[in-house]
């Protein structure tokens, strides 16, 4: 029916309504909508978000507006949002709020050794005392990175880790969030456009997975990512 319409991963009922799955609480009331100038209501329960369009239309806002007024509370970021006209108010909510990075750490064991085989040992802090000298004493890979034009381009990489703990549980590792990865500088730019103003890509990241060898992991990446810039 003309009247009911799915587009993309949304539900459009007449020109009034659009719906769309998302687990982010919200109910405010907004003066216009970002390129609409009816005024609506936004309501996010149980995992559906809802906007329903209003029949008066904002004098201020003609062709709707990103900035717009607006009425409620909101969330993002794990923090709770109560917006009024353009002022808002926001509180992180402490146990699902994780602070800044807890622990940054470079691998500075043996090559050879398998990461299931990592101690605590292996490791060192990214930043020491005397500023960010713990990445020179990182233990390095040497990879050849074949661009998309064939022509092969050495390169370095280290494996670093990170660890955010929640707000209000800094005190323990339970419900830490424990990132590792792979840090890689290439010997000349590569990608589409190393040979533009731009220069291309020098360097990059990449997350390895769980038990992944750090060179399993630049292997994985060069079938996986493919550079545009």
């Known amino acids: 029916m003309g009247w009911f319409k799915r587009r993309d991963n949304e539900i459009h009922i007449g020109d009034w309504y ?5 687990w982010r609480p919200c109910f405010k009331y907004c003066s216009c909508g970002y390129t609409d100038s009816r005024a609506c209501i936004e309501i996010s329960l149980f995992g559906w978000y809802s906007v329903f369009r209003l029949p008066w239309e904002s004098k201020n806002y003609p062709d709707g507006d990103i900035d ?10 794990r923090a709770l949002i ?13 146990f699902v709020s ?17 990461p299931k085989f990592w101690t605590y040992a292996d490791w060192c802090d990214y930043k020491t005392d005397d500023g960010y000298t713990g990445e020179k004493h990182a233990t390095r890979w040497d990879y050849v990175w074949v661009d998309y034009d064939g022509t092969e381009v050495p390169c370095t990489f280290y494996v ?18 424990v990132r590792r990865g792979i840090d890689v500088s290439y010997a000349t730019g590569i990608g589409h456009r190393k040979d533009t103003w731009k220069g291309g890509i020098y360097g990059w990241g990449h997350k390895m997975l769980k038990d992944e060898t750090p ?3 630049i292997e994985r990446m060069h079938k996986e990512k493919q550079f545009e810039a």
């Open 82 to 94: 109560w917006v009024w006209n353009k002022g808002y108010w926001s509180w992180e909510l402490p």
């Open 160 to 177: 670093e880790e990170q660890e955010w703990r929640p707000k209000w549980l800094g005190w323990t590792s339970l419900f830490s969030k």
């Open 98 to 114: 994780y602070g800044s990075c807890y622990s940054w750490k470079v691998y500075t064991g043996h090559k050879t050794l398998h």
């Open 68 to 77: 717009r007024p607006e009425w409620g509370f909101d969330y993002a970021d």
């Open 215 to 217: 060179m399993a992991c």
């Open 18 to 22: 659009v719906g769309w799955h998302s």
